[in-house]
């Protein structure tokens, strides 16, 4: 395993306010991922990041923003939060020229 | 665009029995591909992976997956299945080690095993 934990685990939040998740990692890995968990759907891709300040957008980026100031923290953003973001939220890392990725427990996430 | 298509949304068996999991992929070249298993509450966690060589590829907890370039799956496959295999099972396909490198999961197959 990545040594990779993600915080809060659980939360519960009312839809308009800010959220943000993490996600931390000890293995140095360069390359990050925020994943949504959804019944059906499987994992789609929010966000990743390929190294310190550097992120780009996944397949379901509108409404989430993400940052990376450290290359062992990337942080979620949910700006306004709604209730179609109520999910499960996946981080995962990638050691540079491996091809395999390390998934963190996830982060479930309520918006009432 | 690479693409994963897991027919079976539900699977159920017998302890016991054996098992099949059906996984069908989109990839313009010779692919990445993966299988996971998510455990409920938990992450996901990589059963076995497949990029060259002999197309039967073995994994842990006695999981083994066939790479049929004809066919474009990759089938996971268990002689006999234990209660503790229930759990959440990913296929994924990627374009392999550089940077670009973003995987993408089918939907997810269910699999409930009957004592």
């Known amino acids: 395993d990545a040594g990779i934990t993600q915080s809060p685990r659980h939360k519960v939040t009312e839809t308009g306010t800010p959220v943000t998740l993490r996600c931390h990692q000890t293995e140095n890995h360069r390359y990050m991922y925020w994943y949504r968990q959804d019944p059906g759907h499987g994992l789609r891709l929010i966000h990743y990041s390929y190294g310190v300040k550097d992120t780009d957008k996944g397949e379901v980026s509108d409404g989430y923003s993400v940052s990376r100031s450290k290359t062992e923290d990337f942080l979620l953003t949910l700006e306004s939060a709604t209730s179609s973001q109520t999910s499960v939220y996946f981080c995962a890392t990638r050691r540079e020229g491996a091809d395999t990725q390390y998934f963190g427990p996830g982060t479930r996430l309520t918006v009432l | 665009a690479q693409s994963v298509t897991q027919p079976d949304i539900h699977i159920t068996v017998s302890e016991g029995a054996s098992l099949e999991l059906r996984c069908n992929y989109s990839?313009?070249?010779?692919?990445?591909l993966f299988w996971y298993v998510q455990s409920p509450g938990q992450g996901l966690q990589l059963l076995l992976k497949?990029?060259?060589?002999?197309?039967l590829v073995q994994g842990i907890k006695g999981f083994e997956a066939e790479f049929k370039r004809s066919q474009s799956s990759f089938n996971l496959r268990k002689p006999s299945v234990h209660w503790s295999d229930a759990a959440e099972y990913f296929c994924a396909v990627g374009g392999g080690r550089g940077g670009s490198y973003i995987p993408t999961f089918g939907r997810g197959t269910s699999l409930i095993v009957h004592p």
């Open positions: 990839y313009g070249a010779t692919p990445y």
């Open positions: 497949y990029f060259s060589g002999d197309t």
